[in-house]
């Protein structure tokens, strides 16, 4: 991610959270996605995303399927059960994280 | 635009050149890559793809390259947790059950330095089942460089000379009580590389499965 390292934190956040929005996704369409949900304020690096797609497969959280398009292999990640339920979670704690720096950042909006 | 046939063949030459060798991350990454030159390509670059692609190389080859040192750590990971779980399963105990009662029953059979001979075997026999394994897999049905099934080599070279540190240590011994030590470590050794050869033929199978028909 170039923007900043705040972000950096909620990567995971963010995966999870399209991922669970749509069927499934391969990685350069989730950069896309961000940036362009963002409108291009957030821009995530190949060496940030595939790391983190990596290891949520890896902790099992995604699903991979492959499938051959425009002349070559495409790698589809999609949420698994468990997948799902950490989605909330992280959520949540995204929610009650950004509730938190509120208070000390801007105390008289909460 | 799309990229033709030869364009993508670059492309994945160009990347098993500066050492990204296992196919299933190179696959990836040969699509972040052409995504984003026809992604450019459609936005009005009207240069050719070569031109493009070296833009996009100067750009971003370093943050390519970290991936793939970061792909390896989680497929490591993945290999241990697919151990762990071969590990816990009820089939272990049972695997070395069988194991400590063969080798119990050869010892008492063959005499304490032919067991020792026999003994010494175990740790190739493991080491062979990966080799055959593999061996069918990468040349018999022809699939390609995989990373988590070559990681997987370490574990599989660990249990090969662990054992051999005992055996030494070992090799003088006459007393039962060690004996039947010995006998319980390599039982527990065979398991382990049992294991290991079942989680290796269920890798290749995942790999040939989900590669089937789009290779």
Same mark, same amino acid.
């Given at each position: ?110 | ?24 991350? /190179? ?9 984003? #030159?026809?992604? /450019? ?5 009207? /240069? ?69 001979? #026999? ?94 028909? #789009?290779?």
């Amino acid at each position: 991610m170039s923007n900043s390292k705040l972000y950096k934190g909620s990567l995971t956040t963010i995966i999870l959270k399209l991922l669970n929005e749509h069927d499934k996704m391969y990685g350069y369409e989730i950069t896309q996605k961000v940036k362009a949900l963002t409108k291009g304020e957030l821009k995530i690096t190949e060496g940030a995303l595939y790391p983190a797609l990596h290891k949520l497969e890896a902790e099992g959280l995604l699903d991979v399927e492959v499938a051959k398009v425009d002349n070559r292999l495409r790698k589809y990640y999609k949420l698994t059960e468990t997948g799902t339920k950490e989605t909330v979670n992280k959520l949540e704690e995204l929610a009650e994280y950004i509730k938190t720096m509120q208070t000390l950042v801007n105390p008289k909006l909460v | 635009m799309k990229l033709s046939e030869e364009d993508i063949q670059f492309i994945n030459t160009y990347l098993e050149n500066s050492d990204v060798v296992f196919a299933d991350i /190179r696959m990836e990454m040969v699509d972040h890559v052409a995504s984003d #030159i026809e992604s /450019r390509m459609e936005a009005g670059d009207t /240069r050719s793809f070569y031109d493009v692609f070296k833009t996009y190389m100067v750009e971003n080859k370093g943050q390519l390259l970290k991936d793939n040192k970061q792909f390896l750590k989680s497929a490591d990971k993945k290999i241990w947790k697919a151990f762990l779980k071969a590990l816990l399963s009820p089939m272990t105990p049972l695997l070395f059950l069988i194991a400590y009662v063969v080798f119990y029953v050869v010892y008492l059979n063959v005499g304490i330095e032919t067991f020792r001979l #026999i003994i010494s075997y175990v740790p190739l026999i493991g080491l062979s089942g990966f080799l055959l394994t593999y061996v069918v897999y990468h040349k018999v049905k022809n699939l390609k460089r995989f990373s988590v099934v070559e990681r997987l080599a370490f574990p599989f070279l660990v249990f090969y000379q662990l054992p051999n540190l005992v055996f030494n240590f070992s090799n003088q011994t006459k007393d039962l009580r060690t004996i039947l030590w010995v006998i319980g470590f390599v039982s527990f050794i065979l398991t382990i590389k049992i294991l290991l050869v079942v989680i290796s033929i269920e890798l290749f199978m995942n790999y040939e499965k989900r590669f089937k028909n #789009i290779a």
